[in-house]
């Protein structure tokens, strides 16, 4: 039994997070916007006992990757943060109407080697996407975090992250390699 299951037997949940906009809409339509989410992840991942290892904010949905350890704050989490950037953006759009498109998805991660491919699937989106050529070109994402260090205000580090490497730089360079190749950096 791996470590995660074992964690998930114990109550602690891993998730990936996907939230899209209502018919594909852009649900950030400028640096505001996205920064303004991310400021909501911060304060709401305060208030309920989750950690975020990835995420990805496109111009018309979201992807996380989020632990929970009780139940039904990935919900609470998700609501809080949806009305408060639907209220946010109401506001400054004069906007009316759904901004999202019902309910959030949450698949379980359940295998630690799906986590990290998981982790690599949101990362990679912004490429997949035909937004940036790589992911560090990306601002709205984790990957310079976890890639390069840069400094984060919402960012947890796995503890599969931690055993990329025995230092920092170690990690980041197996992390783009991750990212980049699938595996080897």
Not at 8 to 23: K, Q, S, T, W, Y
Request: positive net charge; glycine residues 6%.
């Amino acid at each position: 039994m791996t470590k995660l299951l074992r964690s998930a037997l114990n109550g602690v949940r891993c998730f990936h997070v996907i939230c899209r906009g209502n018919n594909k809409q852009s649900v950030f339509r400028d640096e505001r916007d996205f920064a303004r989410y991310v400021q909501l992840i911060k304060r709401y991942k305060s208030k309920y006992d989750l950690k975020l290892y990835a995420f990805a904010l496109m111009t018309n949905h979201v992807h996380m990757l989020v632990e929970v350890v009780k139940d039904g704050d990935l919900s609470k989490f998700m609501q809080r943060i949806s009305l408060a950037y639907y209220s946010w953006h109401k506001n400054k759009y004069n906007y009316s109407g759904h901004l999202w498109q019902g309910r959030f998805k949450s698949n379980p991660v359940e295998d630690e080697d799906y986590l990290l491919q998981c982790a690599r699937y949101i990362e990679l989106n912004p490429v997949t996407s035909q937004i940036v050529p790589e992911p560090s070109h990306y601002n709205w994402s984790s990957y310079n975090v976890l890639g390069f260090g840069k400094k984060s205000v919402i960012i947890d580090e796995h503890p599969l992250y931690l055993e990329l490497g025995k230092s920092p730089e170690e990690r980041r360079k197996s992390y783009r390699g991750l990212v980049l190749n699938g595996g080897g950096s």
